[in-house]
């Protein structure tokens, strides 16, 4: 499988994942983190692969619906690979995964939460919401809608579970946008989080880091909205999230 159909399948496969990425502390904050990787020796020890002895056939257990084994491997999987990825450059050490299992078991619990919610406050997509978010995936892979859906069937997603995963993922991005509304970030929090970008370049350099250049404050500006709005919408999916989970019969058997 080559890396560019690989990653097609990771983009899908977490696009429903907004729980298990703030709740496992993805977001960087636009802290200049993302500069190129440090050189580390080719040879390298061969990737880890993910741990799937003994899951149960069900994994978690949300008010009436089951989380099967087979969802979990198919999240845990895409999950395991980013997080291998990762490793590989900074050379953490995988070989404990019972943390992960949690983190993705608590981050499908979270999502299914909100597909609830969605579900029950009436919400529905519409093709035309589900065929730009198709193509908006597609495009973030920089690949055409068919090649893109030729990648997902080649990983066992099929059509029809890939409709489901958009529809779900369109549903609870319009209950995120009802129930918390729209982020617009002060210009004193742009400052602010270019400050943070930029001392972090500074300490790069410190530590003898390779860092790209830092753009300027306007150039800079729309992705740095972009990311505080992201990181908004996280923490406040979060604490939407922990409500909902007051509320409902939550059982996770890992």
Same mark, same amino acid.
């Given at each position: ?24 502390? &993805? ?5 200049? $983190?993302?500069?190129?990787?440090? $050189? ?12 799937? #002895? +003994? ?8 008010? @009436?619906? @089951?989380?099967?084994? =087979? ?18 450059? $900074? +050379? ?9 299992? #949690? ?41 055409? =809608? ?9 990983? &066992?997603? @099929? ?7 958009? =529809? ?5 991005? $319009? ?26 370049? #500074? ?17 800079? =500006? ?20 922990? #409500?909902?989970?007051?509320?409902? @019969? ?5």
């Amino acid at each position: 499988m080559n890396k560019k159909k690989m990653l097609a399948a990771l983009a899908l496969v977490g696009s429903l994942s907004l729980v298990t990425a703030c709740g496992s502390g &993805g977001n960087e904050e636009a802290d200049g $983190s993302s500069a190129a990787p440090s $050189s580390q020796s080719s040879e390298q020890a061969a990737a880890p692969s993910p741990d799937l #002895k +003994g899951l149960p056939d069900v994994v978690a257990k949300v008010n @009436d619906k @089951d989380i099967s084994k =087979k969802e979990f491997t198919r999240v845990y999987e895409s999950q395991f690979q980013q997080a291998a990825m990762q490793a590989q450059m $900074s +050379g953490q050490d995988l070989s404990d995964q019972t943390e992960m299992k #949690k983190q993705v078991a608590e981050g499908m619990v979270g999502s299914e939460l909100l597909i609830q919610k969605a579900e029950k406050s009436g919400i529905k997509a519409t093709d035309a919401q589900m065929d730009k978010a198709l193509t908006e995936a597609a495009k973030s892979q920089k690949m055409k =809608k068919k090649e893109f859906l030729a990648a997902l069937k080649e990983q &066992g997603m @099929d059509r029809s579970t890939v409709d489901q995963q958009i =529809k779900q993922q369109v549903e609870v991005e $319009s209950l995120i946008k009802k129930e918390l509304g729209t982020f617009d970030p002060s210009e004193k929090e742009l400052k602010a989080a270019y400050k943070k970008a930029e001392d972090a370049q #500074k300490q790069q350099g410190k530590s003898g880091q390779e860092a790209p250049e830092m753009p300027k404050y306007k150039e800079a =500006k729309p992705q740095l909205k972009q990311q505080l709005v992201q990181q908004k919408e996280n923490e406040a999916t979060q604490g939407l999230v922990k #409500k909902l989970r007051k509320e409902a @019969d939550v059982k996770i058997n890992l």
